[in-house]
């Protein structure tokens, strides 16, 4: 069946999402369609303030409105100076934001490492980290990438920047989940869980 232009229009560009194929771009164009005017109309403006209406902040690489200096954490006085997280993709930052439990500042990435993709140092906001540690203040820094081979290769190559400057660097822990059962666990979880054993003083 031939579709209109701006039905295929749309289920093209709904598709090129991540975990949104065909069929699922499709039954949401259709949706769209038959929906009340008040929401395609929502969802378009919604869309072309995303572009618009953000920005990256130039000192974590964070999202933040457009205008302003620098995001609400760089901004706060509550939060320490001498931690920084480091993680790939302000996603990141919202996870690590829900737990309540981290009260330094952030640098985000933008992305990992990997040699497949064509994405190297130079396509990371790793040069201005290198340039937050050296211009000091900085005790710490939280290596936060994901527990994937990107993420791992991305970790070791920051604590082969980061640990000449002198500053401490720590990765988070991995390990079993809470609530997870041992027998399900796959066999790289499990011997990080033995490498990261705790006391239990």
Do not use: W
Not at 50 to 77: D, V
Not at 83 to 101: H, I, K, S
Not at 170 to 194: I, K, M, N
Request: with cysteine.
């Amino acid at each position: 069946m031939l579709l209109p232009v701006p039905l295929q229009n749309l289920i093209n560009a709904l598709s090129r999402l991540p975990g949104i194929g065909p069929k699922t771009a499709s039954r949401l164009t259709f949706y769209l369609l038959h929906a009340s005017d008040d929401l395609p109309n929502d969802l378009a403006e919604a869309l072309l303030a995303l572009k618009s209406g953000t920005a990256y902040c130039p000192i974590c690489f964070n999202i933040t409105a457009a205008g302003r200096e620098m995001c609400e954490i760089c901004e706060s006085r509550d939060r320490s100076n001498g931690v920084v997280c480091v993680v790939e993709e302000p996603m990141d930052v919202l996870a690590l934001e829900r737990t309540g439990g981290f009260a330094g500042r952030y640098h985000v990435l933008q992305g990992a490492l990997s040699p497949i993709e064509g994405i190297s140092p130079e396509d990371l906001r790793i040069r201005e980290l290198i340039e937050r540690v050296r211009a000091g203040g900085i005790q710490e820094i939280i290596l936060a990438t994901n527990p994937s081979m990107e993420g791992d290769a991305t970790a070791m190559y920051l604590r082969q920047q980061l640990l000449p400057l002198g500053v401490r660097v720590t990765r988070l822990a991995r390990g079993l989940p809470v609530g997870g059962d041992l027998e399900y666990a796959d066999q790289s979880t499990l011997l990080r869980a033995l490498a990261g054993r705790q006391d239990m003083n």
